[in-house]
């Protein structure tokens, strides 16, 4: 059973256009997300988080955004340059109730010179 | 602050054999975990400590997987009489562990079964 899922295996932008990668969660308990993005041969690096208590949070080129009530979170980056081709991973915890993280399966981002 | 730090990057074994991996956490970090990923999915959570205590265990998690901390520092994942489904790539991220927060992950340790 998915809780987090990304329905878009990969995603390909035009450099310096905004790229929108977008995550849907089925689990009401979760209260906090994150962004974490992949190189090859590397682990996961954090990007960026979001609290449940918040609808957006911005970070230099990166804004996630949070919608509740959908149960989707996305994240913007803009402009989109070549050293954000990466896989990015949106993950979910349920805070002080279980703060275990979950990931989704993860979008590859190309980003087209 | 050096990372997190795993051994071995690479591991191949035979199928039926037991394999050991190590995790270095950041120091200081209270919380340390362990996650698989296999190709095209995303980081599956395995089981997690805080200090020397495991928390929880995954129940997708066989009884041949077993995970310790002995002292609240380095942690070892073992698998006993691995079958060609363990390949994965097996990560290990630590936090400071003052409540929900971002994981800083090692580089993996790549497990093939032959």
């Known amino acids: 059973d998915q809780q987090v899922k990304q329905n878009s295996p990969s995603l390909s932008v035009q450099e310096g256009r905004i790229s929108i990668l977008n995550c849907d969660y089925t689990?009401?308990?979760?209260?906090?997300f994150l962004w974490y993005k992949k190189y090859p041969a590397e682990g996961p690096t954090f990007l960026i988080s979001?609290?449940?208590?918040?609808d957006k949070n911005e970070d230099g080129r990166f804004t996630v955004f949070l919608n509740k009530s959908a149960k989707h979170l996305s994240l913007h980056i803009v402009p989109s340059q070549p050293g954000d081709s990466a896989v990015y991973f949106c993950?979910?915890?349920?805070?002080?109730?279980?703060?275990?993280?979950?990931f989704g399966k993860g979008t590859r981002l190309h980003i087209l010179p | 602050d050096t990372g997190v730090s795993q051994d071995p990057r690479h591991k191949i074994t035979k199928r039926g054999q037991n394999v050991t991996f190590r995790c270095d956490p950041i120091?200081?970090?209270?919380?340390l975990y362990w996650y698989r990923q296999t190709l095209g999915q995303g980081p599956e959570f395995l089981t997690y400590?805080?200090?020397?205590?495991?928390?929880?265990k995954s129940r997708l998690l066989s009884d041949r997987f077993s995970a310790e901390r002995p002292k609240g520092s380095f942690s070892t994942l073992e698998i006993q009489r691995t079958e060609q489904g363990d390949s994965a790539m097996y990560l290990c991220?630590?936090?400071?562990?003052?409540?929900?927060?971002?994981?800083?992950f090692g580089s993996g340790t790549q497990l093939s079964v032959l």
């Open positions: 991220a630590s936090s400071p562990g003052t409540g929900v927060e971002k994981l800083f």
């Open positions: 979001i609290s449940s208590i918040k």
């Open positions: 689990n009401s308990m979760f209260d906090y």
């Open positions: 120091s200081e970090h209270n919380r």
């Open positions: 993950a979910a915890s349920g805070g002080e109730r279980d703060d275990k993280i979950i």
């Open positions: 400590f805080q200090n020397e205590a495991q928390l929880e």
